[in-house]
């Protein structure tokens, strides 16, 4: 049996069902400019707003990253309480992530957003590739979640000076809470436990 040949082949497809690949353009927003948007807030105000929280967010993707390193690698008779907590926390973050970047977007700037950016501006150290101690593991995520809070806090009473109510409600009440609750949660790890009898 012959095998009839189609009647069109890819090539006679019209232009508007292929799709255009390879495309290169210039960007249409530079990373650091504002577009103004109808929010009632200046120029300027959501300049250094954008400013404070894109610092936040390339510190937030650095410990939400730092979560799953340890999450994978922890090791001990500890382990499947830390592998879930470290997880727990990990979700937590992302979350707040998603929310500091589409507040950078709202008030009408560029998020940033890949890894090599976030790793040239997150003032939380590099850790090593290879595994850590627990212990080792719980206290570096204590020290990020440290410097988070103390700039959320400076963050926040900046903002509010200028109005950005929204920000301020950000920084407050989901990065400064979230990351004071998991610094808790870690920190109670490193005491000395308690001996079985008084
Ligand atoms: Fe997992």
């Given amino acids: 049996m012959t095998k009839t040949s189609p009647s069109t082949t890819a090539s006679d497809h019209p232009d508007n069902v292929s799709p255009k690949l390879h495309q290169h353009a210039a960007v249409t927003q530079e990373y650091g400019t504002i577009v103004k948007l109808p929010n009632g ?17 390339a510190d937030t993707m ?3 990253d730092l979560y799953k390193k340890h999450h994978w690698q922890v090791v001990g008779p500890t382990f ?11 979700e937590a973050q992302a979350g707040l992530v998603d929310l500091i970047a589409e507040r ?3 008030l009408g700037g560029v998020t940033i957003a890949m890894a090599a950016d976030v790793a ?5 150290p590099r850790p090593p590739c290879g ?12 020290e990020a979640h440290e410097m988070i809070i103390i700039a959320a806090r400076k963050s926040a009473e900046i903002v509010a000076d200028t109005g950005d109510s929204g920000t ?17 949660f870690l920190t109670e790890h490193l005491v000395a436990p308690t001996p079985v009898s008084a």
């Fill in 41 to 57: 807030l200046s120029e300027s105000v959501c300049t250094q707003s954008v400013a404070l929280l894109n610092q936040t967010l």
């Fill in 62 to 64: 650095t410990l939400r």
């Fill in 80 to 90: 499947d309480q830390l592998h879930l907590l470290f997880d727990k926390h990990y």
């Fill in 104 to 106: 950078i977007q709202v």
């Fill in 120 to 124: 040239e501006t997150t003032r939380i």
């Fill in 131 to 142: 595994r850590e101690p627990a212990t080792v593991q719980m206290s570096r995520l204590a």
């Fill in 168 to 184: 301020n409600d950000l920084l407050v009440s989901d990065v400064l809470r979230t990351n004071e609750l998991q610094a808790w």
